[in-house]
């Protein structure tokens, strides 16, 4: 598993290096079209990708070594007590407020938007994990949660892919307005269309997903084949082949 980070994390580190040989990579065919924007440029990619190049990797990260921690009867998160002694809660907790203070501290006095950009990736995962300590260490605050942000949660997904749909325009350059001139206004009803267009996805999504990828095995092959003949025509057209 250790050999499966490094070589994941030396594979990032290549394509961050070398810009001409990422470039050489994503606009081969036939996935180029998958990258490239209207115009055929990549630059959009390469700096959504960069500044997000680590994220994997923490998540993996992290979640291998809470697998070893509850393994290793080290850290036990299913009774309602602390996760961890008084002494030592107590110490990771400051940890964790030092995490999130430090990186309020690194948002506020970076300088410009290239310098905060280069160091993101790197410490993108301070402040998440900062919360997650807080939030879980201690069993009274673990065992308790807010419908109103679980109902939110039930549709993070969604809310994560309508928002460059919805809230955002000109290619999450711009914003959509609905309501010149009125800001705040148009930041209501935008919001409140984003929301129910986001919860409406969830929904159909649920239920459309048992066909789309039923158990039995031989109506998903009809459907994998189905779904690759649609893509054809659609490849073509966008010159992928």
């Not at 048992?210 to 010159?239: C, E, M, Q, S």
Request: aromatic share 18%.
């Amino acid at each position: 598993m250790v050999l499966k980070f490094v070589a994941l994390f030396g594979i990032v580190t290549v394509l961050y290096m070398s810009e001409v040989f990422f470039e050489k990579i994503f606009v081969t065919r036939p996935w180029k079209a998958l990258f490239v924007t209207t115009d055929d440029s990549i630059k959009e990619w390469w700096f959504r990708w960069k500044i997000d190049r680590y994220s994997v990797t923490f998540g993996m990260l992290f979640a291998f070594g809470l697998h070893l921690l509850k393994q290793y009867h080290i850290l036990d998160d299913k009774n309602r007590g602390n996760l961890f002694s008084r002494g030592i809660s107590l110490t990771v907790a400051f940890a964790a407020f030092v995490g999130l203070g430090g990186y309020a501290i690194f948002a506020f006095l970076c300088r410009n938007k290239l310098e905060c950009n280069e160091i993101h990736p790197y410490i993108s995962f301070v402040p998440i994990l900062s919360y997650l300590i807080l939030r879980n260490i201690s069993g009274y605050l673990r065992t308790k949660y807010s419908m109103f942000f679980a109902w939110f949660g039930n549709i993070s997904l969604e809310l994560f892919i309508a928002q460059y749909h919805i809230w955002l325009a000109a290619d999450t350059h711009g914003v959509l307005v609905l309501v010149p001139g009125y800001p705040v206004l148009n930041a209501l009803v935008t919001s409140f269309i984003f929301i129910c267009v986001a919860h409406e996805i969830h929904v159909l999504t649920d239920i459309l997903v048992k066909y789309a990828v039923p158990a039995d095995w031989k109506y998903l092959v009809r459907n994998v084949t189905i779904f690759f003949l649609f893509l054809v025509p659609i490849g073509i057209h966008d010159g992928m082949f």
